[in-house]
C-alpha cells in the first residue's frame, strides 16, 4: 500500500519496564488487523518480542518496529525498551516519533522509569498519551490513579473534556461510585465547570440521592448550563418532592431554550398538580404536535395524552399515563 508521507504515524511506547507496552502493541496490531493472532508475553509469542533473550526475560531489551494500517493512516509502533539497563535505547528512538504513548500499569503507578521517558517525550517537544495499563489487576483505582499521574508527572489539568470521558466511561462500566468521584475531583480542580456538576446530578439520580441531585443540577444552571436535560432532570426531582411551582418555573425556562415535546408534558403534569387544567391542555395538546402523532402512537403516548386531556384527569392518574409515555419514550 502506496501512503501519503502527511498519513503517516510515528508513535512511540515507553514506560517501566513490564508495564505493559509490548501487550498494548500486540492488541493494536491484532485489532487493526496486522497480526491475525494476540500473542502474550508470558508465552513468547508476541510479534516484537521475538528475540531468544526477550522470550526468556519476558522483557524488551532493544527497540522493535512494526507497522498498523488504520483510516487511511500507516502508523509505525516503536516498542521500546523500559528498564534502566536499556533507557538509551528509548531515548534514541523518541527523538524520531510523533507522538509518545507513556504506558502506566494502574495497580503499581508512576515509576523510576516512567519519570525519565516522560522528561524525554517533554525535551523533544512530542504529544504525550499516557495509557493506564492492568485495569483487571487486583488495586487498581482508575480515578486514584489518574490524580496520582497527574501530581506525579507535574501535568496541567485536564481539559473538563477528558474528566467527563473518564467518568462517563467509568458510569457505562457500571462503576458509579467511582465515576461521582471523577467528577467530585474534577470540580476541586476546576469549580466552574457546569458539565461536571450536570453529570454529577445524573449519577446522583442513578444511585437515588435526589437532594444531592438536586443540588448538582441546580449548581449547573446557575454557571449556565443551559441544557434541556438539566431543566427537566431537576424539575422531575422538583415535581416528585412536592416543589410544584419551582418544577414549572424550570419547565418554562426549558421551553425557552429549545421547543421540546418532553418539557410540554413535563409542563402539563406540573399544571396538573396545581389544578390548572386548561393551561396543562393547552401544554399537552403541544407536546403531541412538537412529538408528531405517527411516532408518538408508534410508542402509545399520543392516545394516552389525547384521552387524558379529554378526561382532564388528574392526580395518580395522569402520573401514571405519564409516566407510561417516559417508560417507552425510553424504550425506542
Same mark, same amino acid.
Given at each position: 500500500m502506496r501512503v501519503e508521507i502527511a498519513k503517516i504515524r510515528n508513535v512511540g511506547l515507553a514506560g517501566h519496564g513490564s508495564g505493559g507496552k509490548t501487550s498494548l502493541a500486540e492488541a493494536l496490531l491484532f485489532n487493526a488487523g496486522a497480526s491475525n493472532r494476540l500473542g502474550r508475553v508470558e508465552e513468547g509469542t508476541t510479534v516484537l518480542d521475538y528475540d531468544e533473550d526477550e522470550i526468556k526475560r519476558r522483557i524488551t531489551i532493544s527497540t522493535a518496529l512494526a507497522f498498523l494500517?488504520?483510516?487511511?493512516?500507516?502508523?509505525?509502533?516503536?516498542?521500546?525498551?523500559?528498564?534502566?539497563?536499556?533507557?538509551?535505547d528509548t531515548k534514541t528512538c523518541l527523538r524520531v516519533v510523533d507522538t509518545t504513548v507513556i504506558v502506566i500499569p494502574a495497580p503499581s503507578g508512576v515509576q523510576v522509569q516512567t519519570d525519565k521517558v516522560w522528561s524525554y517525550a517533554t525535551e523533544y517537544g512530542h504529544a504525550r498519551v499516557i495509557y493506564l495499563s492492568k485495569m483487571d489487576r487486583e488495586r487498581a483505582d482508575f480515578a486514584r490513579a489518574v490524580e496520582e499521574y497527574r501530581a506525579s508527572l507535574?501535568?496541567?489539568? &485536564?481539559?473538563?473534556?477528558?474528566?467527563?470521558?473518564?467518568?462517563? !466511561?467509568?458510569?457505562?462500566l457500571g462503576r458509579v461510585e467511582e465515576a461521582v468521584q471523577v467528577y467530585q475531583q474534577a470540580i476541586q480542580i476546576q469549580p466552574d465547570q457546569p458539565v461536571f456538576y450536570h453529570n454529577l446530578g445524573g449519577l446522583r439520580l442513578e444511585q437515588g440521592d435526589w437532594p444531592g441531585a438536586a443540588t448538582a443540577f441546580r449548581k449547573a444552571l446557575d454557571l449556565g448550563y443551559h441544557n434541556l436535560e438539566t431543566y427537566l432532570s431537576l424539575a422531575e426531582i422538583y415535581l416528585e418532592t412536592g416543589k410544584v411551582e419551582a418544577a414549572l418555573e424550570?419547565?418554562?425556562q426549558a421551553?425557552?431554550?429549545?421547543?421540546?415535546?418532553?418539557?410540554q408534558f413535563k409542563l402539563g403534569l406540573a399544571y396538573l398538580r396545581l389544578g390548572q387544567t386548561a393551561q396543562a391542555r393547552v401544554a399537552y395538546e403541544e407536546g403531541?404536535? &412538537?412529538?408528531?402523532?405517527?411516532?408518538?402512537?408508534?410508542?402509545? !403516548?399520543?392516545d394516552d395524552l389525547k384521552d387524558l386531556i379529554a378526561r382532564g384527569i388528574q392526580g395518580a392518574e395522569a402520573q401514571r399515563i405519564l409516566d407510561n409515555y417516559w417508560k417507552n419514550r425510553s424504550g425506542e
Open positions: 494500517e488504520w483510516k487511511g493512516h500507516k502508523v509505525n509502533l516503536l516498542d521500546t525498551p523500559g528498564f534502566g539497563n536499556f533507557l538509551a507535574r501535568l496541567a489539568p &485536564q481539559s473538563s473534556k477528558t474528566w467527563s470521558n473518564l467518568g462517563m !466511561a467509568l458510569q457505562a424550570l419547565c418554562r421551553l425557552a431554550t429549545q421547543p421540546s415535546s418532553a418539557a403531541i404536535k &412538537q412529538f408528531g402523532a405517527g411516532e408518538g402512537e408508534r410508542i402509545g !403516548a399520543v
